[in-house]
């Protein structure tokens, strides 16, 4: 039998919830004076690892709708971090690209994953772990 959580402190959404919370307001003091927010460095992080790329693969890789990722770009490309050019081979999709100003940010944005780690007071083994169980429920196999 399955009891159900008598409090919301008990309940996973709740916890998960708060997870989510305490990561983006670790990560805000490294990426403020960067004069990124966390939304921003997830985009980032997501173009250093292949760019350009259009929008739309863009917000898949980040399982973000184009209504979110659209703004992200938008302010982004306004803060000379990234280039919207139209495809060549298609004029209907945006390709996003680093501007030097955005890759130069590579290093520092590289720092930031073990600095999270102290503060969370997790081993390699511990993050790896937490990490394989938050993207199987978020990307469960079918």
Known sequence: MILE??????QLPFA???????M???HKPFLEPLGLTFPQYLVILALQEGAPL??????????????????LVKRLET???VTRNRDPADERRV??????????LDAKLRSIPGKIK???????????DLRRTLEALAHPAT
């Open 79 to 81: 803060a000379g971090f």
């Open 118 to 128: 102290t503060a969370c007071q997790l081993t390699d083994r511990g993050m790896e």
């Open 24 to 26: 983006v307001r670790l």
């Open 16 to 22: 998960l919830y708060g997870a989510a919370n305490r």
């Open 5 to 10: 959580p008598k409090t919301i402190s008990t």
């Open 95 to 104: 390709l996003v690209d680093l501007t030097p100003r955005g890759r130069a």
């Open 54 to 71: 259009p929008v739309g693969e863009l917000g898949a890789r980040l399982g973000m709708d184009t209504g979110t990722i659209t703004p």
